[in-house]
């Protein structure tokens, strides 16, 4: 049930070519009687959870990865985070990293799953146990490669009506001066449909910043639209092949930070792993 140890690993990118064949091959029998619950307490027990999180731009995936990482002990691997990173080093594979990313062209599934293993081997050394995984998979494909790498017990899928997600693009602000993030929208949103409508406080800056937000030059209402059109056709394929195998977890947030918080902590069957921590702090 560990992470990737268990394979032979590759350190250098120039094996990655075998090393793909072997992950391939060894996804095609993989099992997929998983169930949707999110994991039992024994699991949380014998190791950490090992979880993906999906939600289109905006949703507040990272943030949500992150809290939880937090809660259980686990690390919250984001593949943007592993680039830079990598990109930081100086190795034959950051080398041929920057070129890849200088040129424009796109990391390929196999450099991203090294990284990836790279990232769990070294953890795992650290005896971490367990990990949340944010920004991967984005394919199939990926999909399938880690499927032969480790195991995945829980995919939760963070959702946010599209009204609310443009509003939450449109709303967002950056300090010019300090750089911190914040966000002027004040989303309300009726209920429709026996669906429960949806608020979100904004998060307004102090007076020192107030005066120096800037918007970011994409977030306008057509860039925000067609982002989600780009995500939404490329995510139903991924979302149905995690839903066939049972471990699709689908949650729609309640609103911000402070309503979503607890309900997602109940629909992961976290509350008492919350409790538990608070009254031991
Ligand atoms: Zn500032």
């Given at each position: ?73 686990v ?17 034959a ?55 032969g ?16 997600l443009?509003?939450?693009c ?6 010019g ?18 669906k ?10 102090p007076p ?33 092949f ?12 309640p ?10 902590l109940?629909a ?14």
């Amino acid at each position: 049930m560990a992470a990737v140890s268990r394979l032979a690993q590759p350190s250098r990118l120039s094996t990655i070519p075998s090393y793909f064949k072997a992950l391939t091959s060894a996804s095609a029998s993989a099992s997929a009687s998983a169930s949707a619950s999110a994991s039992s307490s024994s699991d949380l027990r014998s190791r950490g959870v090992q979880w993906v999180f999906l939600g289109c731009p905006g949703v507040g995936k990272g943030t949500y990865a992150s809290r939880l990482s937090n809660l259980l002990g686990v690390p919250h691997i984001a593949t943007g985070d592993l680039l830079r990173h990598e990109l930081s080093a100086k190795t034959a594979l950051s080398n041929q990293l920057a070129e890849i990313v200088n040129q424009g062209k796109l990391v390929s599934d196999e450099i991203i799953i090294t990284l990836l293993s790279k990232r769990l081997e070294t953890g795992e050394a650290r005896g971490e146990s367990g990990f949340i995984l944010d920004g991967f998979p984005r394919t199939i494909r990926q999909a399938e490669i880690l499927e032969g790498v480790t195991d995945i017990d829980l995919v939760v899928n963070l959702k946010l009506p599209e009204q609310a997600l443009i509003e939450k693009c449109l709303g967002r602000r950056i300090c010019g001066q300090c750089g911190k993030n914040f966000n002027v929208a004040s989303i309300n949103i009726k209920g429709e449909d026996g669906k429960p409508g949806i608020s979100m406080a904004p998060l307004m800056p102090p007076p020192h910043c107030a005066s120096k937000l800037i918007t970011r030059a994409d977030d306008t209402e057509a860039v925000v639209k067609e982002r989600l059109s780009v995500y939404n056709e490329k995510s139903q394929p991924l979302e149905e092949f995690y839903r066939s195998r049972g471990k699709l977890l689908e949650f729609d947030l309640p609103g911000g930070i402070p309503e979503s918080w607890p309900k997602l902590l109940e629909a992961l069957n976290l509350e008492e792993h919350e409790e538990k921590l608070s009254a031991a702090a």
